[in-house]
């Protein structure tokens, strides 16, 4: 039975470090790579057409929404060889289940952490996508005609591997939740 | 010598997996894996398998369902089970141990951890 007490609040910003703990922790200990996560702030434009990897967890509980990763694909091809300790190719798809692994990681562990505060909640599978130009706009409306996310606030935490080749940056977003003061970018230190 | 089977849903993390035990001093035989906990009842079947690292959240049936069918089947009741999972939180820990794991290591995971955890089982 869980002794803990449940407190239906997170403020932003133990969010921006729910994140930043657990996206470091998962490239410290699985990636041997140090990241350092940056000042975070808050950003409510829509995104514009994209290109890369994208990879998709859903939540539920009594927080409704989805935590995205995304990233170009040579850096996810980047994140998977460190992973696997093997080179891959960009339209391996191992590179794909890399990267919903690490997704897989630190998603995981931020709910975790969530969890604690509004009780249990449930996870997906992650769902990976590749494309060459894709729009998040389109799937922003498709979520608020659900009315399963009632605000589309966002978390995003953006890291990259010091000195890697390719550079690149991971960016995790968290949609739906209850209050747009969640929304926030922690982003790489220059 | 012990036959291991992993249950994950990533093939990375089978892979990972598959090279820590590889590389672990235990009298460790045949690795086997399987995608979900179906997939594990049916290799469970078909080998003889001596000990399972699962994780929790997979497609079709999950870490938990697949501990709790091993644990009603008589032939499988006493095979050692651990659950690797991201799953960290208090309430899962605790369902996984009541349910028979012996041991619970948390994603993300270095080799050392998986040993150790491993290494009262041979």
């Known amino acids: ?21 657990a996206t470091r922790d998962a490239f410290s200990t699985m990636l041997g790579q140090e990241i350092v996560p940056a000042e975070a702030f808050v950003k409510r434009s829509a995104t514009t057409a994209a290109s890369g990897v994208v990879s998709l967890m ?39 289940d890399g990267v919903a692994e690490i997704t ?9 952490e969530i969890e604690q505060r509004l009780g249990p909640m449930g996870l997906t599978v992650p769902t990976v996508i590749f494309r060459n130009k894709f729009s998040n706009s389109k799937c922003r409306k498709q979520q608020v005609d659900r009315g399963a996310f009632p605000v589309g606030g966002r978390v995003h935490a953006r ?3 010091p000195g890697s080749k390719p550079r690149g940056c991971w960016t995790l977003r968290t949609t739906g939740l209850p209050d747009p ?9 220059d | 010598m012990l036959d291991v089977l992993i249950v994950d849903d990533s093939a990375a993390i089978r892979k990972i997996l598959q090279r820590v035990l590889r590389q672990a001093d ?14 594990a009842l049916e290799t469970l079947k078909k080998q003889k398998i001596g ?7 997979m497609p079709r049936m999950d870490g ?31 369902e996984a141990v009541e349910l028979g794991a012996v041991g619970y290591v948390r994603k993300p995971f270095t080799s050392e951890q998986i040993k150790e955890k491993l290494s009262g089982l041979f």
């Open chain 1, 181 to 189: 003061s969640f929304s926030a970018n922690v982003s790489e230190r």
């Open chain 1, 1 to 21: 039975m869980l002794t803990a007490q449940i407190n239906d609040s997170v403020s932003q910003a133990e969010m921006v470090g729910f994140n930043s703990t």
């Open chain 2, 26 to 39: 235990m009298p460790i035989g045949s690795v086997f894996e399987a995608g979900d906990g179906l997939e």
């Open chain 2, 51 to 57: 000990l399972v690292l699962s994780d929790i959240n």
């Open chain 1, 104 to 112: 897989n990681m630190i998603v995981g562990n931020v709910e975790s």
């Open chain 1, 159 to 161: 890291a990259a591997l």
């Open chain 1, 58 to 96: 859903g939540l539920a509980g009594k927080w409704t929404g989805t935590d995205s990763l995304s990233c170009s694909a040579a850096f996810a091809c980047r994140l998977s060889s460190l992973l696997l300790m093997d080179e891959c190719d960009s339209r391996d798809e191992n590179v794909l």
């Open chain 2, 64 to 94: 938990l369902e697949l501990l709790s069918r091993v644990k009603a089947e008589e032939a499988w009741k006493n095979l050692p089970f651990v659950m690797i999972s991201t799953e960290s939180g208090q309430n899962k820990v605790l």
